[in-house]
Nanobody
Framework: QVQLVESGGGLVQAGGSLRLSCAAS????????MGWYRQPPGAQREFVAV???????NYADSVKGRFTISRNTANNTLYLQMNSLKPEDTAVYYC?????????WGQGTQVTVSS
């Protein structure tokens, strides 16, 4: 089991930047991949970015070139650097850790981008 705690959300103007963090604890050495998802108001949760144990990354088309996923294994933290933010990036952002086929989720952090 993995416990995840997100932080770093907030209110930002369009064109601005934010960095989200996700602190992981528990069975971290068994994690196969970690990712970021988001749920816009009135919409379903959607994929944003993923990084595997081997360092492979993948992004949703809507955030490619603007968002960067990274990790710090020394402090067991996942990051999402978000640049050139748009109002349509407004959502609750969730961190996910996958161990084999089992997923653990954080509680989410709100990101609001004003126009």
């Amino acid at each position: 089991q993995v416990q995840l705690v997100e932080s770093g959300g907030g209110l930002v103007q369009a064109g601005g930047s934010l960095r989200l963090s996700c602190a992981a604890s528990g069975s971290i050495f068994s994690i196969n991949a970690m990712g970021w998802y988001r749920q816009p108001p009135g919409a379903q949760r959607e994929f944003v970015a993923v990084i595997t144990r081997g360092g492979f990354t993948n992004y949703a088309d809507s955030v490619k070139g603007r968002f960067t996923i990274s990790r710090n294994t020394a402090n067991n933290t996942l990051y999402l650097q978000m640049n050139s933010l748009k109002p349509e990036d407004t959502a609750v952002y969730y961190c996910k850790a996958t161990i084999n086929s089992l997923n653990s989720w954080g509680q989410g952090t709100q990101v609001t981008v004003s126009s």
